[in-house]
């Protein structure tokens, strides 16, 4: 048979490693940095985008789509090559998918600490940029495509099936989520709202892990794992069972985010049911790359590759028996709100994906340069040092989680609460959070180990350059099944009806939970009293949502006793038919702020804005001064915002719309002339206003400036079916 030759593309395996490893260090040191302004809030003090609510999404999606994007790009590109005996199907594809992610990451490092943000977890970027996301990762699908079909390879190996099952989802997910509507360059507001936009969110949240962060490295796990063991895969039974039954069952599983809020129960009880059944594939697959390592477990003990590569698997398979546990209701009406979510989120990001990705990056780079790891002995160090890490991260942040919890839910003999002030439970975790920051920052020591340590590996090897490789062409034989021959066999062979039938098991449960959700009117019954946000409070609700103040604060007060006796009457579905986007939060490092209407007045607002240590000494929440800075609020998007929600369905009249600038002139003075009800208010404002007088400087009075709107936002919520307190 007459072999072909070809040059497999290393370079941009290299490339993407190299950004990797880069973004890797960039995300580790803001999320270092998030963990000590718990420890020192006003650390960036008077310095908008360098503040908590800014830098947080920043920090997530450096992680996920920089950090372990990267790496994964470089994984699919290597193994794919290798796995179908074929050079990428375009090499200006392959450097168009580089470059173009690049660009977007950088873009939204620019964006997110501006305040440019559609505040949905995972999916914050802007517009335009999630079109170009868009289109990057269509080039990214139609390379990995070309390459299937020029393969001269017939089989398809698992590591593909999960390849392909990426791309489909990813981009199913993203294309729906991103459904916005632009009110400006960098400002749009999301097609759905409330409830419905919750569990659109939620479904593309927990499949963005499923599809982004899990998929791909079980394809990269069935690769890399059998080729640094020297062992083939365990069972290609249980590959094929493992496939199947996790891109099914995950679609379903987004609503165990959303368990106790407004969706529907029985939304919640089919992502409950099937989240339940994802610990059958998800062990399954843990399993599989375990006992792979069947009879070379002696080499574990020294070879460093190995060793990253067993404790990735076990986190996977930790994380994934968690995720099932907590999406029981017993135990999410304990662990949701708390930081036992967060420690849940990082057992699998720096437990699976980073050491996974540190493994895949130690077994890669003395291959791409032609020589030996520059030191085995630094690379156990990382790997002794990162396992250090995780544990001092975690076991912490389960104890915060558990400390929240049993503070926030115990009462007196009496029928009060026994800690009825909510800064009494972040007192008493806060060495939690010391040694949170102690363990992010050994994790992040290992990271720069292994900087270190690749450096001087490059540096004594040789240039990496495509490497030479031959094989047969593809001989072309009939497309029916052979005699005898099973179907998923066949099925391996087809990648068109390999890619057809995955997604159609991905659309399935999306379709079922999210079709009726929103084309179903009973889904979520109306109320009558809730009314549109005001020209001013939808202002102050887009300050909100730029200063990331949904990364803190939820607004979902769950029917438990211990919660309406806090925060006030549980929550409701039709009172957020006019939140586009929703912002029921994830996280509660403050209270809840869906009843905050009309709890405090103006004067507390305005000082717990500029101050929150002086008015609830020992909090951890940071200060917003530039929200007083001599800056007028820019209204003059206001009409444009109003006609974008109109055509959403929010019921904004012309004239509304047309009277917006009285509307907002009359409810801000209003707001202005209750702040002087406070007599250190006036003394300051006066004495400001003089000294601008006296410089000559234009004064912006107080009506104007942006603390005013988002005042006017907080004082709004909760307010249109507020109950009164008749004692």
Known sequence: MEMQQFYYDNKIVKKFLYASIIFGLVGMLVGLLLAVFFLFPNLTDGVSFLSFGRLRPLHTNAVIFAFVGNAMFAGVYYSLQRLLKARMYSNFLSNLHFWGWQLIIVAAAITLPLGYTTSKEYAELEWPIDIAIALIWVAFGINMIG??????????????????????????????????????????????????????????GHNAVAFFLTTPFLGMMYYFVPKAANRPVYSYRLSIIHFWSLIFLYIWAGPHHLLYSCLPDWAQNLGVVFSIMLIAPSWGGMINGLLTLRGVWDKVRTDSVLKFFVVAITGYGMATFEGPMLSLKNVNAIAHFTDWIIAHVHVGALAWNGFLIFGMIYWLIPRLTKTTLYSEKLANFHFWIGTLGIVLYALPMYVAGFTQASMWKQFKPDGTLQYGNFLETVTQIMPMYWMRAIGGSLYLIGMLVLIYNIVKTVKQGSTVEDELAEAPELSKITTGRLKGEKFHPWLERRPIQLTILATVAILIGGIIQIVPTIMVKSNIPTIAAVKPYTPLELQGRDLYIREGCVGCHSQMIRPFRSEVVRYGDYSKSGEYVYDHPFLWGSKRTGPDLHREGGKYNDNWHFNHMWSPQSISPGSIMPAYKWLFDNKAMDYSSTEAKMKVMQTMGVPYTEADITNAKQSIEAQASTIEKNLYNDPDFVKSYEASKAKAVAKGEAFVPMKDREIVALIAYLQRLGTDIKVKNTK
């Open 147 to 204: 390459t299937i079909i020029k393969r001269r390879e017939r089989h398809l190996y698992v590591a593909i099936w999960f390849y392909i099952a990426t791309f489909v989802t990813v981009a199913v997910l993203h294309i729906f989520n991103s459904l916005e509507l632009p009110v400006s360059a960098l400002k749009s507001y999301s097609v759905y709202a409330g409830v419905q936009d919750a569990l659109v969110q939620w479904w593309y």
